[in-house]
């Protein structure tokens, strides 16, 4: 199977590109999360893979949509831009996550990223402004990657992304990408509408046929204004996603993505790893795109991005807390307690809706990637090595008990309060009012 994949990619990729994949992404990305290691062994902390939101701005308005997308447009300028990734070169970083709003609704985002070709940048985008000339800039540019998300099939794509002709916009903007012999990505958040349809062999064959290089089934989260949380999915369809992602790795001549997973099948928060943060389109620095809140920014005069975040106290808090809390989401599992860490650290709530805190304090206590009593190892060996040596959880969950305040634990210990877990924090009042 790996030599099918290997063929598959060499011969779908512009060679050039495939290079700067290797080197930029993989040889330099490697050594960024080695320093990353070897920082976190000082005490100090700077994300390897920062993930920006360059805009606010999209033409979808999607279910369980988290940034402002309506609001007035924000963008990352050019000069900002510059000297963050100038920082965060300095700190050894070479990846950049770009994500929005829909990144290519900012005007100048290819002119950005031409600037540091001795980067990679993986845009996360709806793909719908990909004409073929956006295609060819970027693999004249050949430091990109696009990660293009599908989110159904044609109605339920219109119905989760709150527009009509969705789904062929989409698959336009993937074709463009593949004729001009890109590193292409698909992505889908994968809930209750479309598990069915998209976490199965077809889809992935699918993709194979098309020429997609990579996949990656992210798992719903229900934030923002419009929530829907209705379309989360249970941890018994969690766990299939799990099973499925694991079983088409020794299958399928495709990458297969996870950022929840180590090698072993234990869960954890890339952000509580420390290996990325995320800038929203304000320049405000936020543990992770949907936790909404911050005390520092990028737009600060007088520290260098290295000095913000390694002196965040907030991000520290943060990071501590999950840590204690749970493997999985604390965003998912304990709203609760990120809400009392928000306000003890008086975190601005740094949405343009500004009703953030309310929505989370209002967030059902649900389970997320941690499933303790379900763990499914790698079976791939290429991933486990990949996993152990650049994608684990690096001991920050060593010596953690998880056995009372995780959403697992709570469900094993308040099975009887099953039904207590659909209203809002209803848990924590038994918490701490057990009796
Ligand atoms: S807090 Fe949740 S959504 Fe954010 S990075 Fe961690 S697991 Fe992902």
Request: aromatic residues 10%; glycine residues 6%.
């Amino acid at each position: 199977m790996y030599l099918r994949l290997v063929t598959r990619l060499f011969f779908n990729t512009d060679k050039r590109l495939l290079w700067k994949l290797f080197y930029n992404m993989g040889i330099k990305g490697a050594i960024s999360v080695q320093k990353h290691k070897r920082r976190m062994k000082k005490g100090d902390y700077f994300p390897p893979f920062l993930y920006i939101s360059v805009i606010n701005s999209c033409n979808l308005r999607c279910q369980g949509c988290w940034v402002d997308v309506s609001h007035k447009q924000q963008r990352i300028e050019p000069e900002a831009f510059h000297r963050m990734v100038n920082e965060s070169k300095a700190e050894g970083n070479v990846f950049f996550g770009i994500v929005g709003g829909e990144p290519f609704m900012h005007n100048d985002l290819l002119d950005m990223l031409a600037e540091h070709p001795d980067c990679y940048f993986q845009i996360f985008t709806n793909g719908h402004f990909i004409t073929p000339e956006i295609a060819q800039r970027m693999r004249k540019l050949g430091n990109i990657t696009p990660l293009i998300s599908v989110e159904g099939n044609e109605i339920i794509s219109d119905e989760r992304r709150g527009k009509a002709g969705v789904y062929d916009k989409t698959l336009n903007g993937i074709q463009n990408c593949l004729d001009q012999k890109l590193f292409t990505g698909v992505c889908t958040s994968l809930c209750q509408s479309n598990i069915d349809d998209l976490l199965n062999e077809a889809w992935v064959d699918r993709l194979i046929k098309m020429g997609v290089a990579y996949t990656w089934f992210h798992i719903y989260r229900p934030m923002g204004p419009q929530a829907s949380p209705e379309l989360s999915l249970s941890p018994e369809q969690q766990l299939r996603a799990r099973k499925f992602v694991v079983n088409m790795r020794v299958k399928k001549p495709i990458i297969i993505v996870d950022a929840y997973f180590d090698g072993e099948g234990q869960a954890l928060c890339p952000a509580v790893t420390g290996v990325t943060h995320h800038i929203n389109p304000w320049g405000d620095i936020e543990p992770c795109p949907i936790i909404q809140f911050s005390t520092d920014s990028i737009h600060e005069e007088g520290r260098t991005m290295k000095e913000k975040i390694n002196g965040s106290e907030f991000l520290k808090g943060f990071r501590e807390l999950a840590a204690d809390t749970t493997r999985g989401c604390i965003v998912l599992e304990r709203p609760d307690l990120l809400a009392a860490l928000v306000e003890k650290h008086q975190a601005k709530d740094v949405t343009a809706r500004k009703t953030a805190l309310a929505e989370l304090q209002a967030m059902t206590i649900r389970t997320s990637q941690y499933n303790p009593a379900e763990q499914v190892p790698e079976k791939s060996w290429a991933v486990r090595i990949a996993k152990k040596f650049f994608f684990s959880d690096f001991g920050v969950y060593n010596g953690k008990d998880h056995s009372t305040a995780s959403a697992p634990a709570m469900l094993k210990e308040n099975s009887s309060t099953q039904s207590s877990l659909d209203t809002p924090n209803k848990l924590v009042e038994l918490e701490t009012n057990p009796h």
